[in-house]
């Protein structure tokens, strides 16, 4: 039976994905190996060391259920600090320098280095019917409202989308990690991670954005392996719950009780955690739909990313849920339609286009239109071209633009809604 480095060693030298199953599956009943593979691809298992060492000066060998029971010791923080840094020392000098930088350094970072995922080693495993797992980590993810419009009715809690870094901070033993929604660790946030590491917290999970004045500088600085600069970072949390319910997938509180506990919560927050503005609006009546469409507005002259709508009475899930929909801001403007152009392809003879123009908002546009339009709405309305010369046209799109000329503006995705009218010059 190989060592478990050898078998990392032979992991890294091929990059065939092929290969890489056909090793794990000679190799996959070895207990150490399965043991080690675990500690170091499960993302909630974590040692809360940042630096470990390489070996220079190889010791005589270290037996796995000693460096098991120190790994242990780490991850239950138990040891930290000093006596952490000391308890290492003491782990690579009785290691072999091999065995020590292969295998048992690469499970303390979380990381094989050699091209094997959770995903990988889940995939054999199943191929061979065994039992054997690495967790794989999963947190709430949305649905595109825009699919799914029958999902949005009766009361639903309403929030703006930040443009921001997804993290979601675990809180263990009085220590926060953060996490991206894939689950890799992020490491250049330690003023949130101190601001989430309270005995309070312990065996909760928080779920937001990070934040910063300048997104393109936050993205640049998220992975950067030394001298990130992330002071003015913050945490913008729109969820929170137990340990216990996210890691079983599903929480107990539906999506206004776990509102109201984080609000509760946010009493004892730090300047470096903002809870995300939001609103409960009731989609089945008048007030809500002018509601939602003035926090629509609001989204794109704030600069948000959009909307997400979530029904109060649905549940955090581990997965892609209904209970979460995001909406993409959009802007409606309303313009006169000055000449159709006709459809080219399998358009030919149908409508292809209206040429509108006209001022919105103080702003004067021209462009063309051409998306929106169903196969019956074109032939229709390239039967009636003559007469919808003059008539106004409501457009919808994602965001203003300026022309290329620079002397008017333009929209970005435009998309036909509907006439306003029935006559020339008519707004209604």
């Not at 054997?132 to 989308?161: N, T």
Request: hydrophobic share 35%; aromatic share 10%.
């Amino acid at each position: 039976m190989q060592d478990p480095w050898e078998i990392i060693t032979e992991l890294e030298s091929n990059n065939s994905r092929l290969f890489k199953e056909s090793i794990i599956e000679k190799n996959i009943n070895n207990k150490v190996f399965q043991d080690g593979i675990k500690m170091c691809l499960d993302p909630l298992v974590t040692f809360g060391v940042k630096q470990v060492p390489e070996n220079i000066n190889s010791g005589d060998g270290l037996d796995w259920n000693i460096f098991k029971k120190a790994a242990n010791q780490l991850k239950e923080r138990k040891k930290t600090g000093h006596a952490a840094r000391d308890l290492i020392i003491e782990l690579i000098e009785q290691s072999t320098k091999v065995q020590w930088n292969d295998w048992y350094r690469r499970i303390l970072i979380k990381d094989l280095r050699c091209g094997v995922s959770e995903k990988t080693v889940n995939n054999v495993a199943k191929k061979m019917n065994l039992q054997f797992r690495v967790p794989v980590f999963s947190c709430m993810l949305a649905h595109d409202g825009a699919k799914h419009p029958k999902k949005i009715q009766g009361c639903c809690l309403v929030e703006y989308k930040y443009d921001g870094v997804r993290v979601i901070g675990i809180v263990k033993n009085g220590k926060a990690t953060l996490y991206s929604r894939n689950g890799k660790i992020f490491h250049n946030f330690p003023h949130i991670e101190n601001a989430l590491s309270k005995t309070e917290y312990n065996n909760m999970v928080f779920d937001g954005e990070v934040m910063s004045d300048d997104f393109q500088a936050l993205m640049k600085q998220v992975y950067r392996k030394s001298g990130a600069n992330t002071d003015d970072a913050y945490l913008a949390l729109f969820d929170m719950l137990p340990l216990k319910e996210f890691n079983s997938g599903k929480s107990l509180l539906n999506t206004i009780e776990r509102k109201e506990e984080l609000n509760k919560m946010s009493q004892t927050f730090n300047e470096e955690i903002k809870l995300v503005d939001y609103e409960i609006i009731n989609f089945d009546e008048k007030a809500g739909q002018v509601k939602f469409s003035t926090m629509n507005k609001e989204a794109l002259d704030k600069g948000f990313e959009g909307l997400m709508i979530k029904p109060t009475k649905n549940f955090y899930e581990c997965k892609r849920s209904h209970a979460w929909l995001k909406i993409k801001p959009f802007i409606e403007v309303t313009l006169k339609v000055i000449d159709i152009q006709e459809g080219t392809g399998k358009h030919a003879g149908k409508l292809g286009a209206f040429n509108v123009e006209g001022e919105d908002d103080d702003r004067f546009f021209s462009l063309s239109v051409g998306s929106g339009l169903t196969d019956e709405d074109r032939e229709r309305f390239w039967k009636a071209k003559d007469k919808l010369i003059g008539r106004l046209v409501e457009i919808r799109a994602d965001a203003i633009t300026k022309s290329i000329e620079g002397e008017h503006y333009s929209l970005r995705f435009p998309r036909f809604k509907n006439f306003r009218g029935f006559k020339e010059d008519e707004k209604i």
